[in-house]
């Protein structure tokens, strides 16, 4: 049983000084830029031919989704498949955590089945860091309530990559529903740590302004302040499904006061714009702002699974030397 929720690596070869991925708040800079070149490589994989390598042959990976998915979900289940190893997944409505039992119940029985790793999403914050705690398995944090969102942060700086020189001193802006953002927080981590600076904006009740102090970034109400001088806009949806009342007047304001248009893209005509998914469009972002060339939402998507298979290549446990 792990006494700790990140023992070191168990390949004393790895630079990783991690066993699961929970969040990137201890994540160095070199781990970050190895976690990145390796994706890289996997990135040129999915563009040959045959797209699949054995690496993985004989690991399993359960995937847990007790909240909604697209592209986490699908990327994760590509990316195991490509590496070759073996997937099984559940989701909240087809499993016994509606019929009463608990996370590390179900994770224990997942595991007495004999799988490597678990892909947990989880609308509870440290969920991911509990089951790292009371199981054996690797642990991949597929977004833990409003806490962090590490593959996705990690595909982003992937995307990143390709279209700069550098992080540092890189201005990159994100915009919207803040407080309820786990792909805000692990952004800011991913970034901060890599030398690029962050302004974080949004109406005033969705903008937890101790982040300011607490994560060494900057905040502001104002989008076009957030715009002016930034290289990457990111966008993000407004989490409904995490706040009671609403924190805003109305969408149609909403979208007048904080939405992207295209006059934004005409008066700042170097601006990428990168949005997690799922977009809403017509609010974070204007419909014709999320078909523009310099949108790069779908290259994120791409690089979602050469990332995750990164991940899995670097921290699952490999049964052959495939
Ligand atoms: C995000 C998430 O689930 O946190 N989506 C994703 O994983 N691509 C963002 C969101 O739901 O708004």
């Known amino acids: 049983m792990a006494d700790s929720p990140d023992t070191p690596a168990v390949d004393a070869d790895s630079p990783l000084r991690h066993r699961h991925l929970l969040d990137l708040s201890t994540y ?28 993985l042959q004989g690991t399993t990976v359960a995937s847990l989704f007790f909240e909604p998915s697209t592209r986490t979900k699908l990327s994760f289940g590509l990316a195991a498949g490509r590496l070759s190893a073996e997937t099984v997944s559940l989701s909240k409505s087809g499993s016994s955590v509606k019929k009463g039992e ?39 944090n597929a977004g833990d309530g409003a806490h962090a969102h590490p593959t996705q942060a990690l595909l982003d700086v992937l ?8 992080f540092d001193g890189l201005n990159v802006s994100i915009i919207g529903d803040i407080t309820h953002s786990r792909v805000a927080r692990s952004n800011v981590q991913a970034l901060t740590t890599l030398g690029a600076n962050v302004t974080l904006c949004g109406p005033a009740t969705m903008l937890p302004v101790e982040m300011e102090r607490a994560m060494d970034v900057r905040t502001t109400t104002d989008l076009d302040a957030a715009l002016e001088g930034c290289d990457i806009a990111m966008a993000l949806r407004i989490q409904m499904e995490r706040q009671d009342e609403g924190l805003f007047p109305s969408i149609r304001e909403y979208h007048m006061k904080f939405g992207i248009t ?17 977009v809403n469009r ?9 078909d523009h060339e310099r949108a790069i939402i779908l290259s994120q998507v791409t690089n979602g699974v050469a990332l995750r298979m990164a991940i899995l ?3 699952a446990p490999q049964r052959t030397d495939g």
Not at 28 to 44: G, M, P, S, V, Y
Not at 262 to 278: E, Q, S
Request: with cysteine; net charge negative.
């Open 28 to 55: 160095d800079a070199d781990e970050l830029r190895h976690i990145l070149d390796t994706a890289q490589e996997f990135r040129a994989v999915l563009d040959r031919p045959i797209r699949q390598v054995p690496t």
């Open 102 to 140: 608990t996370l590390k119940d179900t994770a224990r029985n997942v595991e007495a089945m004999k799988v490597d790793v678990v892909v947990l999403r989880h609308s509870s914050p440290g969920a991911p860091h509990f089951l790292a705690r009371c199981t054996d398995s690797v642990i991949l």
């Open 159 to 166: 995307t990143m990559r390709e279209h700069i020189d550098t």
């Open 262 to 278: 295209p006059d934004h893209l005409r008066r700042h005509p170097n601006l990428l714009i990168m949005h997690p998914g799922p």
């Open 282 to 290: 017509g609010v974070e972002l204007a419909n014709d702002v999320v």
């Open 313 to 315: 290549y670097l921290l």
